[in-house]
């Protein structure tokens, strides 16, 4: 078995608990969900799903940078929304940062998520995937 390494991103948010931001082994970096906290305040991104998508998917994108990798090295994403009403918003925004051949993607609805944000984006990632 290949040894894991914890991927520590300075320029995302602090993990919250017991968790690390992200796992490589081997080839393969299995990110945590990333959710609309502004790494610099430390608080959650007001507003909309569409901006807090966005926050989301930079937070995403400093833990991949962290590894070595982008968001083109992503073949697979889970999306948590509070409400699937916000949908639209949210596939608008990962729309413009993921692009073809598009990663693969399950998007759930769930009750709640931390610090009450409305959207939560976790991702796996593959060294030289494109």
């Given at each position: 078995m290949s040894e894991k390494t914890a991927i520590v991103a300075e320029k995302a948010p602090a993990a919250i608990g017991p968790y690390s931001a992200a796992i490589r082994v081997g080839d393969v970096v299995y990110c945590s969900g990333q959710v609309p906290i502004d790494p610099e305040t430390g608080e959650l991104v007001p507003g909309c799903?569409?901006?807090?998508?966005?926050?989301?998917?930079k937070n995403l994108s400093a833990v991949l940078e962290a590894a070595g990798l982008t968001l083109a090295d992503v073949v697979k994403t889970t999306v948590f929304l509070t409400d699937m009403a916000d949908f639209?918003?949210?596939?608008?925004?990962?729309?413009?940062?993921f692009f073809?051949?598009?990663?693969a993607r399950s998007t759930i609805a769930v009750k709640a998520l931390p610090r009450e944000?409305?959207?939560?984006?976790?991702?796996?990632?593959v060294v030289s995937a494109v």
């Amino acid at each position: 078995m290949s040894e894991k390494t914890a991927i520590v991103a300075e320029k995302a948010p602090a993990a919250i608990g017991p968790y690390s931001a992200a796992i490589r082994v081997g080839d393969v970096v299995y990110c945590s969900g990333q959710v609309p906290i502004d790494p610099e305040t430390g608080e959650l991104v007001p507003g909309c799903t569409g901006c807090q998508t966005r926050q989301a998917i930079k937070n995403l994108s400093a833990v991949l940078e962290a590894a070595g990798l982008t968001l083109a090295d992503v073949v697979k994403t889970t999306v948590f929304l509070t409400d699937m009403a916000d949908f639209t918003k949210m596939n608008d925004v990962y729309a413009e940062n993921f692009f073809p051949p598009y990663p693969a993607r399950s998007t759930i609805a769930v009750k709640a998520l931390p610090r009450e944000c409305s959207v939560e984006i976790e991702a796996v990632a593959v060294v030289s995937a494109v």
